[in-house]
């Protein structure tokens, strides 16, 4: 008669076992959409530490083209270098954060070809945690190249008119400017899902929109042609919206509504070509 209970014990306890792994299954299953995100971003930060080449870029650039262009350049251009300043760097401001955008859709794009991608995607969470998540952690980096460029900016002189409130104005529109870049070069990796490929093709759109744009001169000084692609150039409404604010020029307002027109335009493309690219996958 004690055979039975010998069995019924270990069957007991397998099912208690059973149990507690369907409750923790159903535990994972409540994780909020917003839980979801900051995990996603917190690993897609983790991540920096082994490619820190995203972080050498956004200190470097700003670096570069801000000290170099103001003192070769700022004289000729401006008549003395600390005028040209005031023009130059909220441009590299716009630039910078516009350049870094890349690396989202190749870190994507690396965890694609590496399948980490899909076993996400196979998590009971949010399906758009995976992509917001990505989002979040662009958005530290992009404000951390930011407060590369306006800590550089005070080290060389330059006092923005528009105060600690024009700086964040200004930094805010960049950073969502940037963002809805993410999400195109997000919607590229998921196309060609190889992150040398997404470099490739970041470069070959944002080089010319940030050497063609009044990031660096007037356009007026430029020949027709290139004064009209300068005008259409969505990077060039934002160096001079940032510009506005950051000097607290005159005539701002349009600037920035055209800025935050692109900003929504790119944006409304972007985000459901991505979801669509990202539920196809499945």
């Given at each position: 008669m004690s055979a039975p209970a010998a069995v019924t014990r270990p069957a007991a306890a397998q099912t208690h076992q059973i149990d507690i792994l369907l409750a923790a299954g159903r535990s994972r299953r409540r994780a909020?959409?917003?839980?979801?995100?900051?995990?996603?971003?917190?690993?897609?930060?983790?991540?920096?530490?082994?490619?820190?080449?995203?972080?050498?870029?956004?200190?470097?650039?700003?670096?570069?083209?801000?000290?170099?262009?103001?003192?070769?350049?700022?004289?000729?251009?401006?008549?003395?270098p600390s005028d040209y300043l005031k023009f130059l760097l909220p441009g590299v401001l716009s630039m910078s954060?516009?350049?870094?955008?890349?690396?989202?859709?190749?870190?994507?794009?690396?965890?694609?070809?590496?399948?980490?991608?899909d076993r996400f995607r196979a998590l009971s969470i949010w399906r758009g945690a995976f992509v917001l998540g990505g989002l979040l952690s662009d958005a530290a980096r992009y404000l951390f190249a930011s407060a590369i460029v306006v800590a550089l900016g005070l080290?060389?002189?330059?006092?923005?008119?528009?105060?600690?409130?024009?700086?964040?104005?200004?930094?805010?529109?960049?950073?969502?400017?940037?963002?809805?870049?993410?999400?195109?070069?997000?919607?590229?990796?998921?196309?060609?899902?190889?992150?040398?490929?997404?470099?490739s093709i970041a470069n070959v759109?944002?080089?010319?929109?940030?050497?063609?744009?009044?990031?660096?001169?007037?356009?007026?000084?430029?020949?027709?042609?290139?004064q009209a692609f300068v005008a259409v150039n969505p990077l060039s409404h934002v160096a001079t919206a940032a510009r506005g604010l950051m000097n607290n020029a005159v005539g701002t307002g349009g600037s920035v509504a055209w800025?935050?027109?692109?900003?929504?335009?790119?944006?409304?493309?972007?985000?459901?070509?991505?979801l669509r690219l990202y539920s196809r996958r499945g």
């Open positions: 909020g959409a917003l839980s979801a995100s900051a995990t996603f971003g917190r690993r897609a930060m983790l991540k920096i530490k082994h490619d820190p080449k995203q972080l050498v870029d956004s200190v470097a650039i700003p670096i570069l083209f801000t000290v170099l262009f103001t003192y070769l350049f700022g004289g000729a251009i401006s008549g003395s954060i516009a350049i870094v955008t890349m690396y989202g859709g190749a870190r994507l794009a690396q965890d694609v070809t590496t399948g980490a991608f080290i060389m002189g330059y006092r923005p008119d528009g105060g600690v409130l024009g700086v964040l104005a200004a930094v805010a529109l960049v950073v969502a400017f940037g963002l809805s870049l993410s999400l195109l070069w997000a919607a590229v990796a998921l196309l060609v899902r190889d992150p040398a490929v997404v470099i759109v944002l080089m010319p929109l940030s050497f063609a744009s009044n990031i660096f001169a007037q356009p007026n000084t430029m020949p027709g042609w290139l800025s935050l027109i692109a900003t929504a335009a790119i944006t409304a493309v972007c985000a459901p070509l991505t």
